[in-house]
Structures are given as structure tokens and as C-alpha cells.
């Protein structure tokens, strides 16, 4: 096989970083308005599993279907979260200037509130994204996800809050800044794809048995209740 083949190792791998780059930068384009940064961020996974699953196809077409299919109900989710946000940012801002004895109490629960914020974050537009559901639907979804798959949405709430952090370690984040401009959403959003692919793919299988089960006693009643000389309808 030819190094610089269409189907060699280093192309497909070539391939693969300029459509994060791609998908990167046009996340960062798309949250500039803000209140689209929720469809930005289930369009950016629906594409990156879809990478993760080497079942890329025309991306641009497919980052847009997924934008405009899950806009509403993921500006929905992406307004809850930015409110719960300013909640907790108004709350640490008042706190030093009104101390009182449950002050303690109060920074332990909204410690363990931004945990979990991250937490069903880092799950609620990747379920989102793959699956059909409401918005209590898929907030729930992702809680579940979070509490049953504890270690590896621990793992994929820190792959997103790498790029960030390097930031704060020394001169590290401006040393980088230019790589994790290009890649600060589309790489975690990958390598998050890359660990929760099995248990989406187990979730998949599982709704698609259902509703085969569900299609095939329609059919039985359908037929046990068809008088005879008649069709369905």
C-alpha cells in the first residue's frame, strides 16, 4: 500500500484532522450569536460520531441537517443550561459580600451543582444528537447516562475541559493557542464520540429490536383481527 494512497493509514488519518479543523472552526463560527451554540454543539457530535464510525459523508450537508433538525429543542436545553450557569456565577458573586454560617453549605451545593452540570453537559447534545426524544426526555437521558456510565463521562467531561485548562498550566494554553483554536471543541467532541460509540450503539440495537418486536405484534393483531375475504388496511 502506497503512503500517500487515498486509502493509506497517514491519508485517511489526514483526512480525518482537516474535518475537525473544519468542524471545529465552524462550531466556533455558528456560537458567536450564543443562542445557536446548543445546535452548533449537536450538530459538531451528530458529525463527529459519525467520524468516529468512519461514516463520514458530505459533512457540511450533514452538519447542517442536524442544526436545523434539533435547532429548537437544543436552544431549549443549550437556554437551561446558560441560566443554571448565570445562577451559579450570581451566587458566587454575592456570597463573599452577604457571609453568613450556611455559607459553607452553600458553596458544597453548588460545587456538587457544577459537577453535574458538567456531567450531563458533556452527555445531553450527544444524546441529542442520535437520538429522538423530548427535551425532559433527553435531560433525563443524559443524567442516567451520567450516573450509569459514571467513569467514562467522568473521562469524557475532562477530554473537554482539556483545552481549556491548558491555560492555566504555566505559558502551556498560549504556547498551544493556535492548535486549540482549531481543534478546542472538534477533538474532546471526537474522542468523546470514540468512548460513548459502544453504549450508544448497545442503546441503538436495543431500540431497534423493540420496535421490531412492537411492528411484528401489530401485524399479529392486525391479521387476528381481519375478517376473511379482506385486506389490512
Known amino acids: 500500500m502506497k503512503i500517500f494512497g487515498l486509502d493509506s493509514p497517514l491519508m485517511r488519518f489526514l483526512d480525518k484532522m482537516t474535518n475537525l479543523i473544519f468542524l471545529n472552526l465552524l462550531t466556533l463560527l455558528l456560537c458567536i450569536p450564543v443562542v445557536t451554540g446548543g445546535a452548533a454543539f449537536t450538530a459538531l457530535h ?12 458530505a459533512l457540511f450537508k450533514q452538519y447542517f441537517h442536524s442544526f436545523k433538525e ?19 456565577v450570581a451566587d ?7 457571609p453568613t454560617k450556611i455559607s459553607s453549605f452553600v458553596l458544597g451545593g453548588i460545587i456538587v451543582t457544577v459537577i453535574w452540570l458538567f456531567f450531563i453537559g458533556s452527555m445531553v447534545f450527544p444524546i441529542l444528537a442520535k437520538f429522538v426524544n423530548t427535551v425532559p ?66 442503546a441503538e440495537d436495543a431500540i431497534l429490536a423493540k420496535t421490531a418486536a412492537a411492528d411484528d405484534d401489530k401485524k399479529d393483531d392486525d391479521s387476528s383481527n381481519d375478517e376473511p375475504g379482506q385486506q389490512p388496511s
Request: aromatic share 16%.
Open 46 to 57: 451528530y458529525c463527529t460520531l459519525k467520524l468516529a464510525r468512519d461514516q463520514e459523508g
Open 70 to 88: 434539533n435547532f429548537r429543542q437544543a436552544t431549549v436545553i443549550w437556554m437551561i443550561t446558560l441560566a443554571m450557569v448565570a445562577l451559579i
Open 92 to 98: 458566587l458573586f454575592l456570597m463573599p459580600q452577604n
Open 137 to 202: 426526555g433527553t435531560l433525563k437521558a443524559a443524567l442516567v447516562y451520567s450516573f450509569r456510565h459514571f467513569f467514562s463521562t467522568l473521562l469524557i467531561t475532562v477530554v473537554n475541559l482539556l483545552p481549556f485548562a491548558l491555560f492555566f498550566i504555566g505559558n502551556i494554553g498560549l504556547m498551544l493557542f493556535p492548535i486549540i483554536i482549531v481543534f478546542c471543541f472538534s477533538a474532546p467532541a471526537y474522542l468523546a464520540a470514540k468512548i460513548y460509540d459502544k453504549p450508544f450503539q448497545e
